[in-house]
């Protein structure tokens, strides 16, 4: 089973320029996250989406920052305009469906987008 | 507001030595999860392992065992006769709001290198 799919990989673009991270979800999984990681501020959520649903924004640092989630397998992370402090490793992760007593399940990570606005 | 601490910035051991890595964490409500995951130089993050708050047993898998313990808001992680291949950034999480998804804040992680 594949795991979650994030592209690009790296993504270079110059100040000013939009960029689109894109993110495929493992199949089956109902809630996805989109975290950000810097050397000054670690790991941080940026927002999640529950049922394709956005359900928590408030990581979102900027209006230049949005996330849409259009369909249960795909969701996009879209930063314009860019700027040289947006540069950070962007992480997108899935969680299943909670079953049963399983109150909350553990998240599934991509291997990260590794943005670099010069 | 939920807090999740690694006071251990980086630890270096030689192989097959024993390393813990401590997490201590902060949380007002009763119910929640512990997680840990591994972040290699490949720079994926790997989930290890999690632990709601209501089972304060020890946990052995291999040479990794984890001290969950409440009295204390601490979460340690111990790596026996380390391995090389132990070399990561490991981070320390917590999750509330069991009703909704795994929201997770995390510690700022500790790196290990393990060293012939």
């Known amino acids: 089973d594949a795991g979650v799919i994030q592209s690009p990989r790296h993504e270079v673009t110059e100040m000013g320029q939009e960029v689109t991270l894109r993110c495929k979800p493992i199949s089956g999984h109902n809630s996805l996250f989109w975290y950000r990681q810097t050397m000054m501020r670690g790991l941080e959520l940026l927002i999640y989406f529950n049922n394709n649903v956005p359900i928590d924004d408030s990581g979102m640092p900027e209006d230049r920052f949005s996330a849409k989630m259009p369909n249960a397998s795909f969701s996009t992370l879209k930063i314009q305009p860019s700027e040289p402090r947006d540069s950070a490793v962007y992480f997108c992760?899935?969680?299943?469906?909670?079953?049963?007593?399983?109150?909350?399940?553990?998240?599934?990570f991509g291997q990260g987008t590794r943005l670099t606005v010069v | 507001a939920q807090k999740v601490t690694q006071a251990q910035t980086e630890i270096s051991v030689v192989e097959k030595e024993d390393v813990t890595l401590d997490c201590v964490y902060e949380t007002r409500d009763t119910t929640y999860y512990l997680f840990w995951y591994k972040q290699p130089p490949s720079g994926e993050l790997v989930f290890l392992i999690r632990r709601n708050s209501f089972d304060e047993q020890n946990e052995i898998s291999g040479r990794y065992s984890w001290n969950f313990q409440k009295s204390t808001s601490s979460f340690n992680f111990t790596i026996t006769a380390s391995q090389v291949v132990d070399s990561a950034v490991y981070f320390c999480?917590?999750?509330?709001?069991?009703?909704?998804?795994?929201?997770?804040?995390f510690g700022t992680g500790t790196r290990l290198q393990v060293t012939l």
């Open positions: 999480a917590l999750s509330e709001n069991p009703g909704t998804a795994s929201k997770l804040t």
């Open positions: 992760a899935s969680s299943p469906r909670r079953t049963g007593h399983s109150m909350n399940t553990e998240a599934f």
